[in-house]
């Protein structure tokens, strides 16, 4: 064998290499629990027998071992991991029946933004945090735009929207 088929095998067993036993070793290690991968405003909360063991919300490559201990390696088995979306969401709420000084009944249309700042609490505190938002802001909406004059609610945007805030 000359020099250029000793290349030639050598180029075809690295290209083999890189191309089946580089990803079949890290998809071995993810499933073992060696690390994990935590996208742009994205948390992984983890569990292992209804406790939660560890809370990833820096995005990047992360170590399991170091940040969960031990339970790094059986959570993938029998715990489970949740995937939170931190990401700003907004929200608009229609026709919130508000009635003026005057008592002209009008519909109000809310935007509001919100995120989720704790995702344990978002998990398993409130079995509905969307739900009780949106009830929480329609409540205060018509609790501080009732009985306000007929003309400043129809002209007035800003200063109904700094009340409500």
């Known amino acids: 064998m000359d020099a250029f088929s000793h290349f030639l095998l050598a180029a075809a067993v690295t290209f083999i290499g890189c191309s089946i036993a580089v990803p079949l070793i890290l998809s071995i290690g993810r499933i073992i629990g060696l690390y994990a991968v935590v996208q742009e405003r994205r948390s992984q909360v983890y569990l292992l027998f209804g406790k939660v063991v560890g809370t990833l919300d820096e995005p990047g490559l992360h170590f ?3 940040k969960l201990g031990p ?3 059986l959570v993938n088995w029998l715990g ?5 979306d931190l990401r700003l969401d907004q929200m608009y709420l229609r026709s919130q029946p508000v009635n003026s000084e005057e008592g002209a009944p009008m519909g109000i ?8 700042s704790d995702p344990v609490s ?6 509905d945090p969307r739900g009780s938002l949106s009830a ?15 003309a400043k609610m129809l002209v007035n945007r800003h ?3 700094d009340t409500v805030r």
């Open 64 to 66: 399991l071992p170091a």
């Open 71 to 73: 339970a790094a390696f």
């Open 80 to 84: 489970k991991c949740h995937i939170v």
């Open 109 to 116: 249309g809310i935007w509001y933004e919100m995120f989720v």
């Open 122 to 127: 978002f998990l398993f505190k409130n079995t």
């Open 136 to 150: 929480n802001v329609s409540n205060s909406t018509v609790r501080c735009l009732s009985n306000l004059p007929l």
């Open 159 to 161: 200063v109904m929207s």
